[in-house]
């Protein structure tokens, strides 16, 4: 049987011993990993830190602003109530209601007030007709009778005139008559008295001269009659004409002034009563909101002068609140860049993610001083509120565009510091640590502020700088003992003092 040979076997010292060595060389390897690690970790960390404390410079057009606080409120406000004690027939609005100007918004009771309007209403159109009937003067028909009355009374002149002349002749006649009649009688009693005729030729004579002669008289008393009857008629005409002429030419101009001032005196009492009803409807004043409503239908409400409250007591009716208006504290310093009709933009804190807009319409002439501190009021309307979300009493910011810089540079405003009385920002070298270099500043643009000279565009500014950077830098102010969560302190925050030594 052939003899197998087997290789020769190990001590088990010698295998224990290299496994000890191997050990020891991956436990070596491990920890020089975990330290290079450690290490790069840190610088890792390190640079992300002064990373996240810097923001790059921006570039581009920027709009020029004036930060200001501010609160929404009213443009105007009053109480509304009837201008007499009345009783409230209805109320036709409720609170939250939006009200446009002349709209009617409740009633008074007008049941006294109807029958005196319309007697008053009657008394005008009287007095108005007469004064037409006045101005206007008589009728057609009028006129044509008192023609006919003159042509009858001109008739009945002409009528007496005949008359008279009639009788003047038959006068002339009878006396020519009674002449010759009593020259006969007076033959005849000469002949009688002679013998020469009988007696009763005489006395028939003498009686004819005798009826002559009363006929004479009769006709003269009928003369005279008929010249009297002919100066009536005369005065009679004379009197027709001028009624003719009157009818003619109307009445006096005293008489037609007077009844037009009597129409004037009662269109001025009606336009008084129709104002008494007219005032029992209660209308709004201007385009608005009812802010507070005082009573209800059926009470008596009575007029106020007081000024316009939100308090829920009153003897008015309602409160009405007019369009709502921006009403921003400007300092003194800031006051000259605010013009009318700039644009503004407004936030609230109800909508933070919201930007509202207007623009300026009033800057108040006096300044209000509140605690040594001097500001202008200076009132915006609300261009884009549509929907009516701003409300009074809300406290807003106020962001007034006043101009616009093109290809500026701008960096947060927190950044810049005063060094020795020279304005500069800190800027990161290679290693990340903080440089002060020195800027000329321009205006603020919200919470940014323009470089004029300093930076460039591809620049980098911390925002602030650690404690330790600090006090490297020569702050020393020990009432800084507060970090942010990167344990950062903002480099503005008493930077002139601590850098003004």
């Not at 008929?226 to 009536?232: D, E, G, M, P, V």
């Not at 409300?391 to 616009?404: E, H, M, P, Y």
């Not at 093109?406 to 405003?413: A, C, G, M, V, Y």
Request: proline share 3%; glycine share 6%.
């Amino acid at each position: 049987m052939p003899k197998v040979s087997y290789p020769p076997i190990k001590s088990s010292l010698e295998l224990a011993s290299k496994n000890r060595l191997l050990l020891i060389i991956c436990s070596v390897g491990f920890l020089l990993i975990i330290i290079i690690a450690l290490l790069w970790n840190q610088n890792n960390v390190q640079k992300s830190n002064w990373q996240k404390n810097t923001v790059a410079v921006k570039y581009g057009n920027a709009d020029i602003s004036v930060i200001a606080t501010g609160v929404i409120r009213p443009s105007n406000e009053v109480k509304i109530s009837p201008k007499q004690t009345g009783l409230l027939k209805s109320l036709l609005v409720k609170q939250g209601d939006r009200v446009k100007k002349d709209q009617i918004i409740a009633l008074m009771d007008d049941s006294n007030l109807l029958g005196q309007v319309e007697s008053a209403r009657g008394a005008y159109l009287a007095s108005l007709d007469n004064f037409h009937k006045m101005k206007t003067g008589n009728r057609p028909q009028e006129i044509a009778a008192s023609k006919f009355q003159q042509q009858r009374a001109e008739k009945a002149v002409k009528q007496a005139e005949q008359n008279i002349n009639r009788l003047q002749t038959q006068v002339e006649a009878l006396t020519a008559q009674l002449k010759r009649d009593e020259i006969f009688a007076k033959r005849q009693s000469f002949l009688s008295d002679s013998g020469a005729v009988s007696e009763q030729a005489e006395i028939d004579a003498a009686t004819q001269a005798q009826i002559t002669k009363s006929q004479l008289h009769g006709a003269e008393r009928e003369h005279e009659q008929a010249q009297s009857a002919l100066a009536q008629s005369i005065a009679d005409l004379n009197t027709i004409k001028q009624q003719h002429i009157l009818m003619k030419s109307g009445f006096r101009a005293e008489e037609v002034a007077a009844a037009e001032h009597n129409s004037m005196q009662t269109r001025g009492q009606l336009l008084h009563m129709e104002s008494l009803l007219n005032d029992t409807k209660i209308r709004a004043p201007f385009d608005g909101v009812i802010t507070q409503k005082y009573t209800d239908a059926g009470a008596i409400v009575t007029p106020t002068t007081s000024a316009a409250t939100t308090s829920a007591t009153s003897s008015s009716i309602v409160s009405l609140a007019g369009n709502l208006e921006m009403v921003a504290q400007v300092s003194e310093s800031n006051i000259a860049k605010i013009k009318i009709g700039q644009p503004v933009e407004i936030t609230a804190s109800a909508y933070p993610n919201k930007v509202f807009h207007g623009h300026v319409t009033q800057i108040a002439p006096a300044a209000i001083v509140t605690q040594n501190v001097t500001t202008f009021e200076v009132h915006s309307d609300l261009t884009d509120d549509n929907e009516h979300e701003l409300l009074s009493g809300l406290n807003v910011n106020a962001k007034f565009i006043t101009g616009q810089v093109e290809n500026s540079i701008r960096i947060p405003t927190v950044s810049v510091i005063s060094r020795k009385g020279q304005n500069g920002v800190f800027v990161p070298n290679e290693k990340g640590e903080p440089i002060f270099r020195a800027v000329k500043v321009g205006p603020t643009s919200g919470q940014e502020i323009i470089i004029l000279e300093g930076l460039n565009a591809k620049d980098k500014v911390f925002l602030g700088l650690s404690k330790e950077q600090l006090e490297k830098e020569g702050y020393i102010d020990q009432r800084l003992q507060s970090r942010n969560s990167n344990g950062i302190l903002p480099t503005n925050r008493g930077m002139t003092r601590g850098f003004g030594r």
